[in-house]
């Protein structure tokens, strides 16, 4: 049988189900529905990340993941507020650990107060000290807005909203063909079918596959990078209330092995960020001998070996070697031994690389015919999914329209 859909989004992470939610709103009389691959939705990236609900400190003032981080961060606290969702603002504390770092620090205080990030403030060597004894650093910043969450469970209770008002989510439905058609798409999972007037890919590590199917030539190709977690132990959790980061790489877009607590209770120090040869490579030996040929034959893989080769090595190291891993954590906590590392665990961060190899810093939406792409929404975009999907949903008012809804 095939059921037929005003709009369907495909993907079950919490973009794709914060989309549902922002079209459901605006166009409650339209029907809806959500196709997930997996059993349960948030099974990926939503599901193995950080939890962390960040200020904005990070992006560049006028940049999407600046504004869509402050609006969505606001959005998202509130639903977890209506829907009682556990979340503590714990703050975070962003350290210097050699002198060369301090301007990094300083480029970081001035984006936020170009973002509108509110409290920051310098941190001393000797106030980091006395904030959090063990901590080593030559200076830092006090980021007092930073929150915790589990966003695999709001990704639940999304869903849940959902399907309460009239939506439908489909699990175990992987979309694997996609055919345009006067009104729409066709969309096929095996056997089982679903047109759809409008369509909205949220696929995450899929993403670009996704826009391949469905006929569009995307700018940019995802590359899996893994990040490995390790727990740490009770006398470690003791010690580390808050959020603990380095000074990012500027080259880089990604924040550094950083120590996080929990909305569980663990503290987690991590991820790194290693280049898998699987989209959901977690495992540091995962290979898929698709995803290989697809990076050999991607005309930016030269590009991104000749500019992240060498951190490439060191971040595979800190897979493979518990002791490499140790030596990250300790440049901010010296004392932390290999008995404090508990079983590591992995997330996958879907990551866009234009076609000259250079790794894609901001959000990016590509729209085709009766289709919208979400093709880059990695961190910040679990704080930030209640935003995209605002923006989302002001671009989709018009994918069915004939002229403009045309690539
Ligand atoms: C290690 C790590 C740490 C991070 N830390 C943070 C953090 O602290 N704070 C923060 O804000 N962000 C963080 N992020 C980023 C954040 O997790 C992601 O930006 C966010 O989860 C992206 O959500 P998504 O819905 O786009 O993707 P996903 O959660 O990956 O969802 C995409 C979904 O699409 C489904 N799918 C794929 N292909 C198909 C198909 N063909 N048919 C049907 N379904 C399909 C997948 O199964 C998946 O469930 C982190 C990410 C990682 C990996």
């Not at 079209?23 to 059993?39: C, D, M, Y």
């Not at 991607?298 to 500019?307: I, K, P, Q, T």
């Not at 060191?314 to 990250?328: H, K, V």
Request: aromatic share 6%; hydrophobic share 40%; charged share 25%.
């Amino acid at each position: 049988m095939t059921e037929t859909f005003d709009r369907v989004v495909v993907g079950g992470g919490i973009v794709g189900l914060a989309t549902a939610r922002a079209l459901h709103a605006r166009h409650p009389e339209s029907s809806i529905a959500v196709v997930e691959k997996e059993r349960e939705v948030g099974s990926h990236q939503t599901g193995h990340n950080s939890g962390v609900v960040h200020s904005g400190v990070y992006y560049r003032p006028g940049s999407l993941k600046a504004r869509l981080c402050r609006d969505g961060r606001e959005a998202l606290l509130a639903f977890v507020a209506q829907e009682g969702i556990a979340t503590r603002r714990v703050g975070k504390i962003i350290v210097a650990s050699r002198n060369e770092e301090r301007a990094g620090l300083d480029e970081l205080l001035r984006r936020a107060r170009a973002n509108g990030v509110e409290s920051v403030r310098r941190l001393s060597a000797k106030e980091l000290e006395e904030r959090l004894p063990g901590l080593v650093g030559v200076g830092g910043l006090d980021v007092p807005s930073a929150a915790i969450v589990d966003y695999a469970e709001v990704t639940r209770r999304l869903a849940r909203r959902l399907t309460e008002g009239g939506g439908v989510v489909h699990t175990g439905w992987k979309l694997a063909r996609a055919e345009r058609t006067p009104d729409g798409w066709h969309l096929t999972a095996g056997e089982r079918a679903i047109r759809a007037r409008a369509v909205v890919n949220c696929a995450g590590l899929e993403s670009d596959l996704v826009a391949r199917a469905m006929g569009a030539d995307p700018p940019v190709a995802i590359v899996p990078f893994r990040g490995d977690y390790y727990p740490l132990s009770e006398r470690m959790r003791g010690r580390v209330p808050c959020l603990v980061y380095p000074v990012p790489d500027p080259g880089l877009p990604f924040l550094g092995v950083h120590l996080t607590p929990t909305i569980g209770g663990k503290l987690l120090a991590g991820p790194n960020a290693a280049l898998a040869l699987a989209r959901e490579g977690y495992r540091p030996g995962a290979w898929d001998l698709r995803e290989i040929a697809r990076l050999l034959a991607f005309r930016g893989s030269v590009g991104l070996a000749r500019s992240y080769g060498p951190l490439a090595a060191r971040e595979w190291l800190r897979s493979w070697s518990p002791a490499a891993y140790l030596d990250a954590i300790r440049v901010l906590w010296p004392d932390v031994t290999r008995a404090d590392l508990g079983r590591r665990t992995s997330g996958v961060r879907a990551q866009a690389v234009r076609r000259d190899g250079s790794l894609e810093d901001d959000f990016v939406f590509v729209r085709g015919s009766r289709v919208l792409h979400v093709l880059n929404a990695p961190s910040p975009a679990a704080t930030a999914s209640f935003a995209i999907a605002e923006r989302v949903a002001d671009a989709s008012e018009t994918l069915e329209d004939p002229v403009r809804g045309q690539p």
